[in-house]
């Protein structure tokens, strides 16, 4: 019984840690944060193969969490995907570092690594490992000489960078 109680725990919470050497930001305020977010790149993965005008919505739940609401554009289909999710904070609420779900009880790291603090404008996020990154920011474009910093810290971290899709917002 013990092994079965050890096994259901890590697969409740087994995806919600930080990557080697990624630290999450400190004095984050969440109520800063909130509302919609571009995804500027990222690394591939199957939920978002494909889309375009790729963004994140982030509204406050009744119970202290978040909501999340992902959306893009799937050409191939020609229709926009969406799904929404909801999002707790691992830690203190001022560390950037939440969990997110989108299925059920399966929750994974949302971690942000890096943030305009004086405006909110631009966020660096990864999960649980080094195979998912996200730069977002809070218009469809971002100036280059800030991607290019995000995308350059994301590399001294062991991001593939190189692997980066860059999302077309138009």
Not at 72 to 101: C, H, I, Q
Not at 137 to 149: I, L, N
């Amino acid at each position: 019984m013990k092994k079965l109680s050890l096994l259901l725990s890590l697969l409740f919470t087994g995806c919600v840690g930080i990557p080697e050497n990624v630290r999450p930001v400190d004095n984050f305020d969440v109520h800063r944060y909130l509302g919609k977010w571009y995804e500027i790149a990222r690394l591939d993965h199957s939920f978002e193969r494909g889309l375009t005008r790729v963004s994140a919505e982030y509204t406050l739940r009744e119970d202290g969490g978040l909501k999340v609401v992902n959306r893009g554009y799937s050409a191939e289909k020609n229709k926009w995907k969406e799904a929404v999710g909801k999002a707790y904070f691992v830690e203190d609420p001022s560390k950037g570092y939440l969990k997110v779900s989108f299925f059920g009880p399966f929750y994974g790291s949302y971690v942000i690594m890096d943030l305009d603090h004086d405006n909110y404008q631009y966020s660096l996020v990864c999960g649980p490992d080094k195979s998912y990154l996200w730069i977002l920011s809070r218009t469809p474009a971002m100036q280059t000489e800030v991607k290019d910093r995000l995308v350059a810290k994301a590399a001294a971290l062991g991001f593939a960078t190189s692997k980066l899709i860059y999302v077309t917002q138009d």
